[in-house]
């Protein structure tokens, strides 16, 4: 078997279980997680966010807490999430979401996962995140909603 792809996925793909445009790849993405076929990063930030979502959002998280890995949120992340700020990405009424970027770029993850598309998994943010991740040094990430990872038999 393959080593896991290394992912973050950001807590609009654990409220997308529970809601009817994104429950079927959003639950199929845990699935591949559950079969193995992902590493599932989970950060400070993410807890936080999830603590205060409906209990069903909180029960899934919890479920899944003890089988992904659990990372910090650095001094080293804050840094790339100023960076990104400064380089007009995101403003800083939205600097959580750029957290969850600037925290799956320096953690290693290969992709992170989202359906937030206004900040996040958007043609002209993306370009943007990983231009600033090479000048900062860093590898650039794939940032995709979860039907795009998703693995599909023919």
Request: net charge negative.
């Amino acid at each position: 078997m393959r080593e896991p792809v290394r992912v973050y996925a950001d807590t609009s793909v654990y409220g997308g279980c529970f809601d009817d445009e994104f429950r079927k790849a959003s639950n199929a993405f845990f699935d591949e997680f559950r079969a193995g076929r992902f590493a599932l990063a989970v950060a400070p930030l993410l807890e936080i966010e999830l603590r205060l979502a409906p209990g069903a959002v909180r029960e899934l998280f919890d479920s899944l807490v003890p089988l992904s890995e659990q990372v910090d949120q650095t001094a080293e992340a804050d840094n790339l999430l100023q960076a990104y700020l400064a380089a007009g990405i995101l403003g800083e009424t939205w600097a959580a979401d750029a957290l969850h970027v600037a925290t799956a770029t320096v953690t290693g993850c290969r992709l992170i996962v989202s359906w937030n598309f206004r900040h996040i998994v958007h043609h002209g943010k993306i370009r943007l995140y990983n231009a600033v991740n090479a000048v900062q040094g860093y590898a650039d990430l794939g940032i995709h909603s979860p039907p795009e990872v998703l693995r599909y038999e023919d």
